[in-house]
């Protein structure tokens, strides 16, 4: 179920995949995708993967179907963009389309889904497929202390796919922190 749920939302679909598919497993999964594809259609069934993957389908075989619903939706907002696949990034730049009133939200620092597909390169590659948006960056924290933000800003910066941005705060510097080293996961929580 993961793998096919990784398929749709990489807009892959049953014909694609069984092209693609290579060794046993893969070749096992197309089977399997073919066979859960035709149950879902035999009981006009759709998964949740399904829902987005369809409509974005819809919308790019259906040109009247998409220039309705850009009308009705005249403005677009996706909070935690960071954490977005390929699918919903697609949906977002249809619905927009038109009006090109999509905003944003999100820190590519802060990705942590791409075990279910999020693409944190599809946030970074935002401002070149929307040349016309502008870019805030929130750097103010309100939240953690100097000491806190430096420490992360040394581990995070080394990434090699991420926006260059440093936080700072108004905050007390508060008190300096330790590292250590636990032997397990029980010895680290307590």
């Known amino acids: 179920l993961s793998s096919i749920s990784a398929a749709k939302n990489e807009l892959i679909g049953v014909d694609e995949y069984s092209a693609k598919s290579g060794d046993f497993w893969e070749r096992s999964v197309a089977r399997i995708y073919a066979a859960y594809q035709k149950k879902l259609r035999t009981n006009d069934a759709m998964d949740f993967d399904d829902l987005i993957m369809q409509t974005v389908s819809l919308f790019e075989t259906q ?16 909070d935690e963009y960071q954490d977005v696949n390929l699918v919903q990034y697609k949906f977002a730049d249809l619905i927009s389309g038109k009006h090109r009133n999509i905003v944003i939200v999100g820190d590519d620092d802060q990705s942590i889904y791409a075990w279910r597909g999020a693409d944190v390169s599809l946030m970074l590659k935002f401002s070149s497929d929307h040349p016309d948006a502008k870019v805030i960056t929130l750097a103010q924290n309100y939240r953690s202390t100097p000491n806190i933000l430096e420490a992360a800003y040394e581990v995070i910066r080394h990434n090699r796919t991420r926006a ?3 936080l700072w705060t108004e905050n007390p510097t508060g008190v300096p922190f330790t590292v250590s080293e636990a032997g397990t996961e029980n010895d680290e929580a307590m």
């Open 63 to 78: 040109p009247d179907v998409l220039a309705r619903y850009q009308e009705r939706f005249s403005y677009c907002l996706v």
């Open 164 to 166: 260059e941005k440093k």
